[in-house]
């Protein structure tokens, strides 16, 4: 079983920067691809950035540019580093782990998740 905690939520003026951090406890990391996801209010969950295996990124058009992803294998860790925040970047951010192993470029199938954490961009 993969467990996911993230933390590194909370209310910040617009233009400032977050770094979110997830910590992943079970088999594997090093072989999972792994992602961050967030959910606005009234909205669906959508892909902000994933990195795959080998360290292949990709992003959301909205936050190209201002976020960056990176993971730690030792410390079996992925990071969002979000700068230059927005309003609508507001919203419950989650991390997702892939269930399907070695993927090079984004995850097949998030199957992991961890409970959110709160990011909150006032303008």
């Known amino acids: 079983q993969v467990q996911l905690v993230e933390s590194g939520g909370g209310l910040v003026q617009a233009g400032g920067s977050l770094r979110l951090s997830c910590v992943v406890a079970?088999?594997?990391?090093?072989?999972?691809?792994m992602g961050w996801y967030r959910q606005a209010p009234g909205k669906e969950r959508e892909l902000v950035a994933a990195?795959?295996?080998?360290?292949?990124?990709n992003y959301a058009d909205s936050v190209k540019g201002r976020f960056t992803i990176s993971r730690d294998n030792a410390k079996r860790t992925v990071y969002l580093q979000m700068n230059s925040l927005k309003s609508e970047d507001t919203g419950v951010y989650y991390c997702?782990?892939?269930?399907?192993?070695?993927?090079?470029?984004?995850?097949?199938?998030?199957?992991?998740w961890g409970q959110g954490t709160q990011v909150t961009v006032s303008s």
């Open positions: 997702a782990a892939d269930q399907v192993l070695w993927s090079d470029y984004g995850l097949k199938r998030p199957g992991f």
């Open positions: 079970g088999s594997l990391f090093s072989s999972r691809a």
């Open positions: 990195i795959a295996v080998g360290g292949i990124t």
